[in-house]
C-alpha cells in the first residue's frame, strides 16, 4: 500500500494568513492526488484534484502543487470557513489511500 | 446536481453482518465514467476506502478487509450496497458512499453524507 504522510498534523493560524500543508507519499503517484476539506459531522469536500487543479466552485485562495512523491496544498488567505480538516488522498493505485489529516484551528 | 445517500441499521451486533445501501439520485449509476465506492471513518479518526464498484460489476477491494467485504450495484434501482461481514467493535465508525472518476484525472467529487454504524451487544 502507498502511504500518505501529512503535516503538519495540527496547525493553529490567524484568519488572513497563508498556510500550507504538505502530503508526502511513500512512493511516486504522479499527479494522481486531491485533496479535501472535511467539516465536524459532514462528508469530506472534494477542493483539488490532479495536484493542481481547482474543482469547480472551489475558491481561488486554495491551491494545489507537486507531482511524484511531495505535494502541496496552499491556501493564500485564510477565512473563518476555512477551519477545517484536510485529507490528501492518492489515485495512483490500489487501495486507495488517504493521509492521517491536518487539522487546522483558529488562533 | 448529484446526491447520494447511505441507509441502513445504525446498530449491529458482533459477528454479524453489516449492510448498507447508497441511493443514487440526480444521475445514472449506468454511467460509464463513474465508479462507485465505500469508505469509512472511525470517530476522531482518519480515512479508509473500503472497496469500489464498476456499473459492469466489477469490483476492487482494500485487502485489509477483502476477505470480508462485498459490493454489488443494482442498476434498476440506481443503489449500490455493501456487506461487511463477521463485524468487531473496531468496524464502528460513520460510512460514506462516493462516485469516483473512471478516467484520468481521478478523484470523488459527490460523497454521500455518512451514516454511523455502531457494532455492539
Known amino acids: 500500500d502507498i502511504q500518505l504522510t501529512q503535516s503538519p498534523s495540527f496547525l493553529s493560524a490567524s484568519v488572513g494568513d497563508r498556510v500550507t500543508i504538505t502530503c508526502r507519499a511513500s512512493?511516486?503517484?504522479?499527479?494522481?492526488l486531491a485533496w479535501y476539506q472535511q467539516k465536524p459531522g459532514k462528508a469530506p469536500k472534494l477542493l483539488i484534484y490532479?495536484?493542481?487543479t481547482l474543482q469547480s466552485g472551489v475558491p481561488s485562495r486554495f491551491s494545489g502543487s507537486g507531482s511524484g512523491t511531495e505535494f502541496t496544498l496552499t491556501i493564500s488567505s485564510l477565512q473563518p470557513e476555512d477551519f477545517a480538516t484536510y485529507y490528501c488522498?492518492?489515485?495512483?493505485?490500489?487501495?486507495?489511500?488517504f493521509g492521517q489529516g491536518t487539522r487546522l484551528e483558529i488562533k | 446536481q448529484v446526491q447520494l445517500q447511505e441507509s441502513g441499521p445504525g446498530l449491529v451486533k458482533p459477528s454479524q453482518t453489516l449492510s448498507l445501501t447508497c441511493t443514487v439520485s440526480?444521475?445514472?449509476?449506468?454511467?460509464?465514467?463513474?465508479?462507485w465506492s465505500w469508505i469509512r471513518q472511525p470517530a476522531g479518526k482518519g480515512l479508509e476506502w473500503i472497496g469500489r464498484?464498476?456499473?459492469?460489476?466489477?469490483?476492487n477491494y482494500n485487502p485489509s478487509l477483502k476477505s470480508r467485504v462485498t459490493i454489488s450495484v443494482d442498476t434498476s434501482k440506481n443503489q449500490f450496497s455493501l456487506k461487511l461481514s463477521s463485524v468487531t467493535a473496531a468496524d464502528t465508525a460513520v460510512y460514506y458512499c462516493?462516485?469516483?472518476?473512471?478516467?484520468?484525472?481521478?478523484?470523488?467529487?459527490?460523497w454521500g453524507q455518512g451514516t454511523l454504524v455502531t457494532v455492539s451487544s
Open positions: 462516493a462516485r469516483g472518476s473512471v478516467a484520468g484525472p481521478y478523484y470523488f467529487d459527490y
Open positions: 440526480g444521475g445514472s449509476i449506468s454511467s460509464g465514467s463513474y465508479y
Open positions: 464498484i464498476y456499473t459492469s460489476g466489477s469490483t
Open positions: 512512493q511516486g503517484i504522479s499527479s494522481y
Open positions: 490532479a495536484a493542481s
Open positions: 488522498q492518492q489515485l495512483n493505485s490500489y487501495p486507495i489511500t
